[in-house]
């Protein structure tokens, strides 16, 4: 008898399975710099990644006492798990180097940054790691210039297919 293969999620490029994209998070801050950390998960959250099963849109890091956390990211509970299932939106430490940490929370307290995620994925080694970017918010204008640029490009792009 044949197994039954597993819901597969997101799409492998370069090397990489995308769980999650924060889509609204180049739409509503500059992204100025981004970084690479690692995530302390459970089992349970890694089977239900695995599932596909995560959403980081209304997600954000924050630094405390020398730690970077995702805040508010939502896992969903593993319909396998038992009574150690996780919380699905519990607090997760994301690992990173010293130096980063240390550049990422001055920059927040400081100028006022951001430490938004804007996509949640495995790596070629299957771990699974969330790309953040560090962030200043856009005012209504700012998304309006945004919207008005993408529109002209759209419209170029027909206008150049048209003339072949």
Known sequence: MAKAKAKSSGKWVGGKRTIAVNRKARYNYFIEEDFEAGIILTGTEVKSLRAGEANITDAYAEAKMGEIFLINAYIKEYAMGNRFNHE????????????????????IQRKGKTLIPLSLYFNEKNKVKVKVGLASGKKGHDK?????????NREKGRLMKENR
Do not use: N, Q, S
Not at 144 to 152: G, L, P, Q, S, V
């Open 144 to 152: 309006r210039a945004t919207e008005k640029e993408r529109d002209w």
């Open 88 to 107: 699905a939106r519990r607090p997760r430490k994301l690992l990173m180097k010293r130096r980063e940490i240390g550049k990422i929370a001055a920059a």
